[in-house]
């Protein structure tokens, strides 16, 4: 079309660019198919091959894989069969582990627990399976190993096995071996000594003796699943046996190879057990692998031969093969051949792991697999055999069923390996598609059709159409056409033109490629009468299915029918006809089917069509088998006929010969008989007819073959007979033998023997001779090859073929040795032997040293040749041999074919020249290391060289020696003793003798630690707590040097701990013995001793450890739960518990019991004592009804320990004693008064008394009469009048009436003389308490009474008067009182009198005490009681104090006349006194005592003695100090430049054993030196004057000032105008005095104010504290700080030239006295108490009354002789304008120079306050911080923030005090707190004032400066700080107790920049409730930690500190504050308030 329209162009322009991107697309598809990332299974986690579990434990097996998608895991059996869950015994989990668990051992099933699984992944894509797992349970079975007895023939090498039973032999190893003794032999690389465990487990004993049969041994084994070891149940032992004669080697058993297999990288054993006499030697030799040849093993580290066993280590792969252990002596030999197969775990990869390929190309995949040994390799598809076994497998042309995953499985017999790879089809692999097709269709006949088909493929698929089943061919109806889209698609349409009835039918459109075939069907339908097409004959082989559709058109069709001779089908049951008109018929027979069938096909109408099928069967071939003949010989006739027994003819019948035509083999006919018969005919067999015979029938239904084989006898024929053979010596020989026939002849070469043909021997295998095929070779042929050889050729027809040729080699001379060595000794004839061997004639020439030698130059030399059979020998004589004739001779031999030559290395030997130059390299205590040169070696090499050595004193006969491999020029000679003189030299030695000595050298060697033990060591106790231990040196020759001590080191025994040592100087004297006393140990302890010798090199060994017990203490405990039981009146049991063990101090061997009655108890002399060993006792003869007071004791044989508490029983009561005595008095003439005293023992309480009577002489009855106990007296009445009577009295307690009185008889009578009733007595009276005597009288008329004390008639008074009944009242007893007082009755008849004495029971009179003697910590004082004291004396109670301490008491027994008062503080007062007390109680005071214990303060050293100068430092020797009897505690050290006013703090606390050197001074400089020394007693200061050395270490001019040296202060110059009197050293003192006393009136005048003034702290305190902190200051701003009223709120302000700050324990700062009351101020001076409780505080006293006129503001006050400052009712108060020292204060306060001052703000608008250590807190809020006691850390590093104006760096420090205030003084204790920052670059500092909690009003004017200094030094010193360390740490007042630690804190860093920190940070707070701080009276210390840095690197110690300056490594940080003049805290600060 020449012109499109707009339109039609606009739509192919479209479709265009459609078609161009579906192009794009499908390019794009194709490129990056959907499936790109989709792939294979693989496996990331494959199981392993073995997995062994016990059934214990149990077992999971992990399969993992990947793919995409995700695989799925399958576990399955060997044999491909999938596993499943058995209950309790296997599961499978669900993330696809195979899990066992653990079982009972009768739970084991076999095909569970022993069986090969493998784990199966699979996806879509392919299926792989994993590596076989055999899975092994074991059940922990009891196994014994057992160990044999092993024979063994002396001198071999015995070999124990520990026989493991098989059952568990692949779970357990040995471990290791044990020996009687209990040594453990193990694994070891030492392969030299007698034991060797062997890698496979065998005990290896070399070189067994008879001692070895007494051994026995026992092995060790470890399960290795289970983990359990156990020892063999058997002991295996040898028996030594010893042959009568000698032994050829022999092997335990008759085998003579073996093979085993171990894996790669083990170690393995090969045993070579054999035995001989004399022991054998053995050999090993591996075989050359496929060859006969061997070589020796060489032995190396790895490979190691130990007597006849060969050990390799760390097995490889290529140490697999076959080995030959051969065994010699001198009887014989005997070998033993061993394979080892060394395994190597066995992988595989193959190559490519995934490939894709098109169709039809090939594939490759390569199997790379290692290990050993590899028996299988074997290939899978998708887990499913393929039958390929070669590494490589091939797929020629890929189709699409080759798609999936491909592995490669190595395996041998213990394990296996796979590897998978994956193939993917190609691009072109897309088998055709229909994409669109035609559909059924019903139509009228008429128009025409279109029918049509779309395909698509790669490649593009051909499509053809068919109707009915028959292919459509194009007519003039029928066209058919296609085309192929631009897509790839194929479109195909039919065109039926004018469609009839009868084109109705089945169309098919096929559409095929190479790739695959896609195919659609479907009905046309056109409206007609039934039609059938014609169908054609259908031909089908018998056997088949035949399936024929109806070819029907027309429509509608009712029914198509088959029919067969007019009946309808089916007929049988192979018949099967369908309604569309499809047949079928199974199993086609000839004679049942070949037949013709009709399809008839009906409408309703009844219109019918008929169409015919003709089917014929045919029957294919087959043939009669054919026969298989015997074999047949050459020249028979051989005939076989091939027949068709079944079949369709016409028949081809073809023969065929080993696959090819046999019609074209020579002498073979061929002849049919008839149609179906053939026969192959052979008229003369040969050679060349044997082989395969094949007959094949064919018909038109197929063809079918028979087969047969011929064999045929053929006798040996030659195809290359050999002939002679000439080869030139050495060369390659071939000879060739080849012979043909049937069988195969056998081709053998022989040789003769000897030198002609005849007789021949088989060849012997060698490794030059070989035969290949029949073809003889012989790899370079020697002369002795030469001979007649024989080749046979025989195969058993005939008697075979022979050749016989003769084999020749061409030989030029030959030397069969080209060179060796011969040796003569020089002196002596020796004799060159050379022997050529060749083809004669051989003419020989000798050369020397590659000159013609001709003997005719020279007669020494002589040659002779001799004509031997195969050669000629030439000999060369020298008759006597030079040094000259080391040479190298060669004889040169000739002939026909050649030359040759030989050299013969000739080396004259002689003795060695002596070595020289022999030095001393090296050398220690027991060895020296020496070199020297190698002298001339005498032509024989060095066998050695002698190293011959002795000590300096012993001749040369008197040696030692040291033998020395000759290759070596450096030797070491060992085992001397160290520090001893020796002299050594050193001899040559070769196979010739001996060199002469070289020169000797003398060396001393180093000395050693000493190697010998104290020798004669005895430990013995001394006391309870002191053992001492004597001890001898060790052996003269074991010190090794000169010892210079001993360390004695004593633990207690039986413990871990570490010995403790004490160090020990050596005494010189010979033979004396050492001692040293151990003190302080426990008693009776045991301890352990050991002692070593040192001397300068260092100890030697510990001597074994001594063991020995303290003596005996007594017991420290007393027995507990001490009881008394009363048993009778006169017995009561004690019984008791033993003290603890720990307490006994020692063997408890008896009890006492201290017994008395309680009422004695007091007085010692009448306690009783019962020893007994049990733990209980009865005390006997007790007195009854007594109450007894009783204690226990132990004892030991250190003596009695404590006494129990005591305990109290009465005894019971008993009847009591008679009545002491009776009076009967006439009261008249019928009355008599009876009167009688107590019984002395009334055993009970009296309950009444029975006075009877009796008329005396009458037979009357006794009469009684009770009275009440209390009545002493009866009046008997109604008595008969001068009859005599008799009376007696008995008393009764409750057990019943006593014994009876006396007997007195009285007469009633007129008569009543005056006596008296009561009787003489003692009356005891208690000090101010009451008495009264009686005197009870009678008489008529009334007598009257009179009493008289001390012989002086009694007149009443105030205290005594005389009662009623004639008693004496005594009121308020005194001590005059006691004495004898008489009562004196009278009447008219008579007078009576009696006589009582009174004791008065008073407290003690003062006790007399003296002062017995002094110590430096002890009072010894002598006691003695009162003369006049009379009631007993119990004891004394000692006070004593110290000057300003508490009142101690300590009690003192009477019986002790001294005592000592231990314990005491060094030099200090001290006050004692003493009261006595008895049972009434305390007695008066004696005198008061006062004395001192002994020492002073320290006193100066000689300054030449204590300091030593250089140029830069100065040396101080603190030894040189003397202690003034007082141990000194420390130094403090400060310097300054002479011109300088402050000084310089270097530290504050220097041990005074140490010596200090100050560094960092100026060369050429003067110095001033001020040392403080400090003890108990007081401290000590000197000053010193001292100059550095100049930088090359002269000195310098001293100034001259007139001031001379020693303790002086250095005078600042003053220009000549300046009147002398303005020295500052004068003015400074006299301003600072003015400005001082100004500063006390104005605190004073404020305070007065302040008290009178409306007390605005009280109220608006935010108001009043307005006035000094709340102002805003600029940084220009000045705060005046010499304002009087901030004098008190500042506290105190320090002076400016001060730096020093204070020293643990000092008085420094302080006046000499300082008295607190009971304050406590832990300080040697002050009055506390180290007894008391230390954290008791008392109130302070009344405030301070100023002393005017005295005080220097600014002036030292260290020495103030007494205070300025008193505290009414004190002698020595803290002076407060004493210099304190503020630690850490480098820089004070200067008034001179402005500083800034400026408040900081608070967050929350609050006026800022300054709280604890800069913490600000808002007002009200208590401003506590935890203070950590005893702590070195600083506080936060943020707390305070540093500002420096002038941009400098600035350092913080934050060395404020801190203090537990009580919540209620919280807000006045901050407002005496401030902050300082200095805009010059300055320091700044924080509440350098003392601070204190009162808690009674917390007015700053108590007390503003009591607190001396808090410190930053906690529990370490206590006595340090106004209160000591202690703080209450929280609510509660809980204490925690002091540490009395001497060591000091270490000073802090030096270096603190924290600029950059924040200031509020801290979160601590320690509220105390008010109760709190009203109970916590007192000034407390300050707890106040030490910031330290937070760089760790600045945390350096003093002495890290010293060493970094000294290698300037400080760095800018450190040294700053050195450099700044002053401006801030310099190195060491420490400061506390």
Same mark, same amino acid.
């Given at each position: ?52 579990? @016990? ?6 097996? +992990? ?35 195979? #899990? ?6 009768? =739970? ?29 349970? #074991? ?167 130990? @007597? ?69 390799? @074997? ?78 493929? %790669? ?15 194009? %007519? ?71 399936? &024929? ?34 047949? $079928? ?128 006898? &053929? ?7 050999? !002939? ?195 030095? &001393? ?65 050193? &001899? ?14 003398? $060396? ?15 430990? =013995? ?75 300068? $090199? ?6 074994? +450890? ?68 049990? *733990? ?70 009296? !309950? ?43 008393? *009764? ?86 004495? =004898? ?5 009278? %009447? ?57 301490? +508490?009142?101690? !008491? ?190 006390? $009136? ?42 009087? =009223? ?243 740490? @929280? ?19 030096? %270096? ?82």
């Amino acid at each position: 079309m020449a012109y499109m329209m707009p339109n039609e162009r606009l739509k192919w322009l479209t479709l265009c660019a459609a078609v161009a991107v579906l192009a794009t697309v499908s390019s794009t598809l194709a490129a990056n198919p959907p499936d790109a990332d989709q792939k294979g299974p693989v496996f990331l986690k494959e199981p392993t091959n073995r997995i062994d579990f @016990s059934n214990s434990t149990g077992a999971e097996i +992990e399969c993992k894989s990947s793919g995409n998608p995700m695989p799925e895991i399958i576990w399955v059996r060997s044999d491909g069969t999938a596993v499943g869950d058995v209950p309790g015994l296997r599961q499978i989990s669900s993330d696809g582990k195979l #899990v066992f668990p653990p079982f009972r051992a009768e =739970d084991y099933r076999q095909e569970v627990h022993a069986q090969v699984y493998a784990c199966l992944a699979r996806n879509q894509f392919g299926s792989i399976i994993s590596r076989d797992v055999h899975v092994r349970a #074991v059940v922990n079975q009891f196994y014994e190993a057992e160990i044999m007895t092993e024979y063994v023939i002396k001198g071999n090498a015995a070999v124990l096995k520990c026989s493991i039973p098989s059952f568990v032999a692949d779970f357990v190893r040995v471990e290791s071996w044990i020996d009687e003794e209990g040594n453990v032999l193990s694994f070891s690389d030492n392969y030299d000594g007698k034991y060797l465990v062997l890698p496979s487990g065998e005990l290896h004993i070399r070189e067994v003796g008879p001692e070895d049969g007494y051994k026995s041994y026992q092995c060790r084994t470890k399960h290795r699943l289970t983990g359990e070891t156990r020892l063999s149940a058997t002991k295996g032992r040898l028996v030594i046996t010893e042959p009568v004669g000698r032994v050829s080697p022999k092997f335990p058993t008759t085998l003579t190879s073996s093979s085993f297999t171990s894996a790669a990288n083990n170690s393995l054993t090969l045993l070579c057990p054999a035995q001989a006499f004399p022991a054998p030697l053995s050999r090993w030799y591996k075989f050359i692998e496929g060859t006969t040849r061997k070589q020796a093993v060489v032995l190396n580290d790895r490979v190691k031969q130990v @007597s006849g066993t060969l050990i390799i280590k760390d097995a490889v792969v290529e140490d697999s093969g076959k080995y030959l252990c051969v065994v010699n002596n001198s009887v014989g030999g005997e070998s033993v051949e061993t394979v080892l197969t060394v395994t190597a775990p066995l992988s595989a990869k193959i190559d490519p792991p995934t490939q894709t390929i098109d169709f039809g190309r090939p594939a490759v995949f390569t199997c790379q697999y290692t290990g050993n040994p590899i028996k299988t390799v @074997s290939w899978m598809k998708d887990g499913k055999a393929i039958g390929h076994s070669e590494p490589v497998l091939r797929i020629e042309s890929v189709k699409k069923e080759d798609k999936g995953m491909y592995q490669c499985f190595v395996r041998n017999d213990q394990e296996s390996a796979e590897a998978s790879a994956e193939l993917k089809l190609g691009g072109r692999f897309d088998p055709p598609v229909i994409r669109q097709a035609f559909q059924e269709e019903t139509m009228e006949p008429g128009p025409s059709v279109f029918l049509k088909c779309v395909a698509g493929g %790669n490649p593009t698929p051909e499509i053809s159409w068919e109707l009915d089943g028959k292919k459509i061919a194009n %007519n003039d109806r029928y066209q058919v056409g296609q085309y192929v889209t631009v897509n790839g698609d194929v479109v195909s349409y039919l065109n039926i033109t004018s469609v009839h009835a009868n084109d109705g039918g089945l169309y098919k459109c096929i559409a095929k490629s190479k790739v695959g075939v896609a195919e659609h069907s479907a009905k046309l339908n056109v409206y007609g009468l039934p039609y059938i097409r014609q169908m054609e004959k259908k031909a089908i082989v018998a056997g088949e299915t035949l399936i &024929v559709t109806c070819p029907v058109a027309g429509y509608p069709i009712d029914s198509i029918v088959w029919e067969r001779d007019n009946r309808p089908l089916p007929i049988n049951r192979k018949q099967k006809v369908f309604p569309n008109g499809t047949l $079928i018929i199974e199993n086609v027979e000839r004679n049942s089917d070949q037949a013709t069938y009709t399809c008839v096909a009906k409408n309703q109408e009844g219109y019918s069509a008929r169409g015919s099928l003709e089917v014929q069967v045919m029957v294919p071939p087959k043939l009669a088998p054919l026969p298989n003949n015997s074999p047949l010989y050459v020249g028979d006739y051989y005939q076989v006929t091939c027949a068709v027994v079944h079949g369709d003819a016409p028949f081809n019948i073809t023969w065929y010969y080993n696959g090819q035509p046999a019609g074209q083999l020579p002498g073979v006919s061929i002849l049919m008989h008839g149609r179906r018969s053939s026969s192959l005919n052979i008229e003369s067999v040969q050679g060349g007819h044997a082989g395969n015979y094949t007959c094949m029938g064919a018909n038109g239904a197929g063809h079918t073959i028979a087969e047969t084989k011929l064999s045929v006898k &053929v006798p040996p024929r030659w195809i290359l007979e050999p !002939t002679d053979k000439a080869f030139a010596q050495g060369s390659d020989a071939k000879v060739e033998c080849k012979a043909d026939g049937f069988p195969k002849p056998q081709v053998t070469w022989k040789k003769a023997v000897g030198d002609t043909p005849g007789e021949y021997k088989d060849l012997k295998k060698s490794d030059n001779i070989r035969v290949e095929e029949g073809t003889l070779h012989i790899d370079n042929i020697q002369k002795t090859n030469e001979g007649y050889y024989l080749c046979e050729a025989i195969n058993g027809i005939g008697s075979g073929l022979s050749a016989v040729i003769m084999v020749s080699v061409q030989a030029p001379p030959e030397f069969t040795e080209k060179l060796r060595n011969q040796t003569a000794r020089r002196g002596e004839p020796a004799v060159l032997q050379c022997e050529a061997k060749g083809e004669k004639p051989i003419g020989i020439l000798w050369n020397m040293n590659n000159m013609r030698l001709d003997p005719k130059n020279d007669n020494r030399y002589t040659i002779r040749e001799e004509i031997l059979s195969a050669g000629v020998m030439s000999s060369l004589s020298i008759k006597r041999t030079e040094r000259s004739d080391s040479a190298l001779f060669t004889c040169v031999a000739t002939n026909a074919f050649g030359s040759d030559d030989a050299s013969i290395n000739m080396i004259v030997q002689e003795v060695p020249e002596m070595p020289y130059a022999l030095k &001393v390299l090296d050398k220690s205590g027991r060895s020296v290391q020496l070199s020297w040169a190698q002298p001339y070696d005498g032509n024989s090499p060095l066998n050695r060289y002698i190293i011959e050595f002795k000590r300096s004193r012993a001749s040369w006969d008197e040696i030692d020696r040291v033998m020395v491999p000759g290759h070596t020029t450096e030797a070491q000679v060992q085992k001397l003793s160290p520090a001893t003189t020796y002299n050594i030299r050193i &001899v040559a030695e070769n196979e010739i003798g001996s060199s002469q000595s070289s020169e000797a050298v003398t $060396i001393i060697t180093a000395e050693e630690a000493p190697s010998g033990k104290p020798q004669n060591i005895k430990v =013995d106790p001394v006391n309870q707590t002191t053992l001492r231990v004597m001890w001898k040196p060790p052996p003269r020759s074991d010190w090794n040097g000169e010892i210079l001590g001993y360390y004695v080191g004593y633990k207690l025994s039986n413990t871990n701990s570490s010995y403790i040592f004490e160090t020990i100087n050596f005494i010189t004297e010979e033979g004396k013995e050492h001692s040293l006393e151990l003190n302080n140990l426990r008693v009776y302890t045991q301890y352990s001793v050991v002692i070593q010798a040192f001397n300068k $090199i260092g100890a030697g060994p510990l001597s074994d +450890e001594e063991k020995q017990f303290t003596a005996e203490g007594t017991p420290s405990q007393p027995p507990s739960d001490t009881a008394c039981t009363t048993l009778t009146s006169q017995t009561i049991r004690v019984s008791w518990v033993s003290p603890p063990l720990e307490s006994a101090n020692g063997v408890i061997k008896t009890y006492k019991v201290v017994y008395a009655p309680s009422e004695e108890w007091y007085d010692e002399t009448k306690r009783h004592y019962k020893k007994t060993a049990s *733990s209980d006792t009865v005390l006997h003869g007790l007195k009854k009804y007594t109450n007894y007071t009783m204690q226990v004791l132990a004892t030991t044989a250190g003596g009695d320990g404590v006494r129990s508490v005591p305990i109290h029983c009465q005894t019971e009561p008993d009847v009591p004693e008679a009545p002491t005595d009776v009076k009967a008095l006439v009261m008249g003439n019928a009355a008599i008064l009876v009167s009688w005293r107590p019984p002395a023992q009334p055993n009970g309480i009296i !309950t009444q008394y029975t006075v009877y009577s009796k008329a005396e002489g009458a037979e009357t009855e006794t009469k009684t009469q009770k009275v009440p106990h209390y009545q002493m007296s009866f009046e008997a009445t109604e008595l008969e009048k001068n009859k005599p009577y008799e009376f007696w009295v008995t008393a *009764s307690t409750t057990i019943g009436e006593g014994q009876q009185s006396k007997s007195i008889v009285a007469m009633p009578s007129d008569q009543v003389p005056a006596k008296i009733a009561s009787f003489d007595d003692t009356f005891t009276a208690t000090f101010k308490e009451d008495a009264k005597m009686p005197c009870l009288a009678v008489g008529a008329p009334q007598p009257e009474i009179t009493w008289k004390i001390k012989g002086v008639d009694f007149s009443a008074n105030d205290r005594m008067r005389l009662l009623p009944d004639g008693s004496l009242l005594i009121k308020s007893v005194n001590r005059q009182d006691a004495g =004898d007082y008489s009562c004196h009755a009278e %009447n008219s008849i008579a007078k009576d009198s009696i006589t009582h004495k009174l004791i008065v029971l008073a407290p003690p009179q003062s006790p007399h005490v003296t002062l017995s003697a002094t110590t430096t910590d002890a009072l010894t004082v002598r006691l003695k009681p009162h003369e006049g004291d009379t009631a007993p004396l119990h004891g004394y109670t000692l006070h004593y104090k110290p000057e300003f301490g +508490e009142w101690e !008491t300590a009690e003192v027994s009477v019986e002790s006349q001294k005592h000592n008062i231990e314990n005491l503080l060094c030099g200090s007062r001290y006050q004692v006194y003493a009261t006595g007390f008895n049972n009434i109680g305390a007695g008066e005071a004696s005198d008061i005592l006062n004395t001192r214990t002994k020492g002073q303060k320290p006193k100066l050293p000689e300054k030449p003695r204590f300091i030593e100068v250089s140029s830069n430092s100065v040396s101080l020797h603190f030894k040189a100090w003397k202690d003034g009897g007082c141990p000194m505690s420390h130094f403090v050290v400060e310097s300054k430049k002479r011109d300088q006013l402050e000084w310089n703090q270097i530290s504050n606390n220097v041990k005074p054993d140490n010596n200090y050197v100050v560094l960092d001074l100026e060369p050429a400089t003067w110095y001033n030196l001020r040392i403080t020394a400090h003890n108990s007693a007081g401290f000590t200061v000197a000053e010193y004057d001292f100059a550095t050395l100049t930088v090359t270490g002269g000195t310098i001019a001293p100034l001259d000032d007139g001031t001379g040296h020693g303790n002086v202060h250095a005078r600042i110059p003053l220009p000549a105008w300046m009147p002398e009197w303005l020295d500052l050293n004068f003015m400074v003192p006299l301003i600072a005095t003015v400005v001082v006393v100004a500063v006390g $009136i104005c605190v004073v005048c404020v305070a007065l104010s302040r008290r009178r003034a409306d007390d605005m702290r009280g109220g608006q305190k935010d108001v009043y504290y307005d006035v000094v902190y709340n102002q805003t200051m600029g940084p220009g701003a000045t705060l005046d700080k010499r304002r009087p =009223d901030l004098r008190d709120e500042l506290g105190y302000i320090a002076p400016p030239n001060r730096k020093l700050p204070p020293v643990p324990g000092s008085n420094y700062n302080t006046c000499d006295r300082i008295k607190r009351g009971r304050g406590g101020l832990r300080s040697n001076h002050s009055t506390w108490d180290p007894r008391r409780n230390p954290n008791l505080y008392e109130e302070l006293k009344a405030p301070p009354v100023p002393m005017h006129g005295i005080g220097n503001h600014y002036g030292h006050a260290h020495g103030a002789p007494e205070c300025q400052y008193r505290h009414p009712g004190m002698e020595d108060e803290i002076c407060p304008y004493a210099t304190f020292h503020l630690l850490g204060f480098r820089e004070e306060m200067d008034p001179t120079k402005a500083m800034n001052f400026q408040t900081f703000p608070h967050q929350n608008g609050h006026t800022p306050v300054p709280g604890h250590a800069g913490t600000m807190l808002p007002p009200g809020h208590p401003g506590h911080v935890h203070s950590r006691s005893g702590s070195q850390s600083m506080p936060r590093a943020n707390r305070y923030q540093r500002k420096n104006s002038q941009g400098g760096q600035s350092s913080i420090y934050t060395p404020a005090p801190e203090y537990d205030d009580p919540a209620n003084c919280a807000e006045e204790d901050q407002y005496r707190r401030y902050t300082r920052v200095n805009s010059q670059g300055g320091s700044l500092y924080s509440g350098p004032g003392p601070e204190y909690d009162d808690p009674a009003n917390c007015a700053p004017e108590e007390d503003q400066y009591g607190s001396q200094y808090g410190g930053p030094y906690g529990q370490p010193y206590d006595h340090y700080g106004s209160r000591g360390s202690m703080g209450r740490r @929280s609510i509660g007042s809980a204490r925690n107790p002091g540490n009395g630690s001497p060591e000091p804190p270490p000073p802090p860093p030096r %270096n603190h920049d924290m600029s950059n920190s924040s200031f509020n940070d801290s979160k601590e707070s320690n509220e105390i409730s008010e109760a709190e701080c009203d109970r916590d009276h007192g000034p407390r210390g300050n707890y106040g930690a030490v910031k330290r840095s937070p760089q760790p690197k600045d945390q350096r110690t003093t002495e890290e500190m010293r060493k970094l300056i000294e290698r300037n490594e400080a760095g800018p940080k450190q040294l700053q504050l050195q450099q700044t003049n002053g401006a801030g805290f310099t190195a060491y600060d420490t400061m506390a308030v």
